[in-house]
């Protein structure tokens, strides 16, 4: 039985029913309300913790932030509030929430998850320094307060292992470490020393910012400057910054910014050292950015998993106001929760935009359609960290630095088998010998067999091509990219097939689903090479398709490391 004979009223005068037609506005309402039942205790239950309207959209994941952090997860039934009080579909809050890595979503009367969650990190680096046995030894402890959940990079790789429980971030993680903060409830992240505001004014800093908005600089200068330096997108692409602050100004207003500071590229940990020791000289870059292309508001978007660096933002982001340097413009923070791809540009304007991370097909480009349809600067973290000194000390100081062609300085997030693995400062156009060098040499009973040039993405490349400059446009003919400079060094410890196996995983993991090349490719690729031979015919096809076919670079990339196996580590599988 359906709706229209259930409900129809007319019959035909031999007993059958008249069926009514579903849009003629004659069949009856069912007599309960479609879906789940609006509680009026759940609404006042959200309106508590979020605060009184009027509610915005795009701070969607902001309230869910909220909701997570009080309750501990997202119990449907105060998304079924949120969403009343939003005015907005249940199915929307439900599509963003189930997103995010780190919102628990618990159906109606299901349990909710321990006091304590502990995410192991089970990337690259931490998996070479045992992540997986200590992932064993916790889940072997069964607190029932304590849960164990595996993580993707949380931007600490010189330290690993690693893991956060709760909020606070653990370096060279044991089980009694975690297992003691966890039942003593020491969950709250620690602040590290860093440069203050008065601090930074001490040493010169915001010198450059008050000069340009005195119009001691002419944007035009500024600009010219930074492209007389060198300056590149230290995010992963290396677009020239000069050009692209020219692009983004050449749009008509009002226009937007936005800073990525999601660094989730297994590897990379520069920017969370910057942010973290020189906040300031991050600021002023971004509030000089602001100005050079006229931006009414700007957008951090910070990671999650850097809750440090968001305290530290949230102490000193009003100390700018109250000094009077950003009377250009309006700086919002936003924090992520928990996804990699919305590192990609477009995904990451979707999330400030409250949404899922789903990359945007381009063109257009952001720079002409961004946040809110406006014309967007996005730019990494240390991109803008360099902006004062280039300009104080000037270009030709910045230009020098490089070697091997290149131009200035890059910060080389190095981990894996070096003795003193950390952030090198090294001229750009450094080699991966340079860089073991800088880091005291290999690992006691390591030796050098190969390395992740640029983090997951970048692909490998073995010892013997370890006197290649690592910077952009290097390492593509040998289908790799320096990306975010993230450079992992492998052994002869280290079996190459699962170190591809792990990164496939990690892409596996993060595709936003979005488009099939990636969400199927990264799935079959996972279990072609889990298995104990490779197809390589199979896997080179599938490969080729994923790069040419993928909406964005996760899925452009995201064979390259099973490739570079492929072709120079080709005693470490077995192929049919
Ligand atoms: C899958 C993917 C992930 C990315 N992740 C980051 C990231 O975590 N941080 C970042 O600054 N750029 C990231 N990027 C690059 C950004 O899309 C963008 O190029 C960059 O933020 C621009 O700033 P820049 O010109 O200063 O580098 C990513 C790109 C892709 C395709
Ligand atoms: S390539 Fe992957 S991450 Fe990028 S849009 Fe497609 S499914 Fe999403
Ligand atoms: S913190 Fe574990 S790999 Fe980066």
Redesign the pocket.
Known sequence: MNDMTINGRRGNGDGRKKPIHPGSGRRNALLHPKGRVLSCEDVETVRGIIGDGPYERPLLIEYLHKIQDREGCLPAGLLHGLADLMQIPMAEVYEVATFYAHFDVIPDGAPRPPAVTVRVCESLSCMMAGAEQLIAALQSEANPDVRIVRAPCVGSCATAPVAHVGHRHVDHATPEKIMKLAVEGETHPQVPDYQTLDQYLASGGYEVLKACLAGKHTVDDVIAMLSDGGLR?????G?P?GR?WSLVRAEPGPRLMAV?G????PGTFKDRHYLETRPHQFLEGMLIAAWAVEAQEVFIYMRDEYQAVLEILRRELPKLQAANLAPHTRINLRRGAGA??C???SAMIESIEGKRGLPRHRPPYVAQVGIFNRPTL???VE?LYWVPEIISKGPAWFESQGVNGAKGFRSYSVSGHVANPGVVLAPAGSTANDLIRLCGGMAEGHTFKGYLPGGASGGILPASMADIPLDFGQLEKHGCFVG?HAVVILSDKDDMKAVALNLMKFFEDESCGQCTPCRNGTEKAVQLMSRPAWDKELLEDLAQVMRDASI???GQAASNPLASVIKFFPGDIVTK
């Open positions: 997108g230290l995010g992963g692409a677009f910054t692209k990525n999601d660094e989730g590229e990699y791809i590192g990609e540009e996005v730019n990494n991109t975010s964005c670079g996760l």
